[in-house]
């Protein structure tokens, strides 16, 4: 080879390259003002006034999921640990825990459900997808959360704009 590059090779200039000028144009409308997303750049199970009020229902409380990881971490431990009365009380703390995280998310979804419905009362709220939604969203830490959380945990949520 004598160091040629062929044609329509990557680094060419030819007319297989587009212009970057759409994608500049569209770089500042991302956000609002606030940096809130859009409703547009959201995923489609994202969008809505429903789902952001879900969202910040969500966001503002504190339940037992918290503490489902650790707990989880500390029956890995104990399951490889020889066995010992700690052990099974540890064990059975968490399972009491994975007990109260089940309960927790019925509850979440019923309280979801009927206050979406509440607020939105010309809006069609369907019970087992918004409940669905509330308790994938609760079961995520709040730094793996998108669209990231509005409200601080123990704040109550901004009505819809």
Same mark, same amino acid.
């Given at each position: 080879?004598?160091?040629?590059?062929?044609?329509?090779?990557?680094?060419?200039?030819?007319?297989?390259?587009?212009?970057?000028?759409?994608?500049?144009?569209?770089? =500042?409308?991302?956000?609002?003002?606030? =940096?809130?997303?859009?409703?547009?750049?959201?995923?489609?199970?994202?969008? =809505?006034?429903?789902?952001?009020?879900?969202?910040?229902?969500?966001?503002?409380?504190?339940?037992?999921?918290?503490?489902?990881?650790?707990?989880?971490?500390?029956?890995?431990?104990?399951?490889?640990?020889?066995?010992?009365?700690?052990?099974?009380?540890?064990?059975?703390?968490?399972?009491?825990?994975?007990?109260?995280?089940?309960?927790?998310?019925?509850?979440?979804?019923?309280?979801?459900?009927?206050?979406?419905?509440?607020?939105?009362?010309?809006?069609?709220?369907?019970?087992?997808?918004?409940?669905?939604?509330?308790?994938?969203?609760?079961?995520?830490?709040?730094?793996?959360?998108?669209?990231?959380?509005?409200?601080?945990?123990?704040?109550?949520?901004?009505?819809?704009?």
């Amino acid at each position: 080879m004598s160091g040629k590059r062929r044609p329509g090779g990557r680094g060419s200039s030819g007319s297989t390259r587009r212009p970057p000028a759409p994608r500049r144009s569209r770089q =500042g409308t991302a956000t609002t003002p606030y =940096g809130e997303p859009n409703d547009v750049d959201l995923h489609p199970r994202d969008r =809505g006034p429903v789902r952001a009020f879900v969202r910040d229902v969500v966001d503002a409380r504190r339940g037992p999921v918290g503490l489902l990881l650790p707990a989880a971490g500390i029956t890995v431990t104990c399951a490889f640990a020889p066995a010992s009365d700690l052990q099974r009380y540890l064990l059975l703390g968490s399972l009491v825990l994975l007990a109260a995280v089940a309960v927790d998310a019925v509850l979440l979804g019923v309280e979801v459900t009927r206050r979406a419905r509440a607020q939105f009362p010309g809006e069609d709220v369907p019970g087992p997808s918004t409940a669905w939604y509330a308790f994938l969203r609760a079961h995520r830490s709040r730094g793996a959360r998108r669209p990231p959380p509005r409200v601080m945990p123990g704040r109550r949520p901004s009505p819809p704009r």
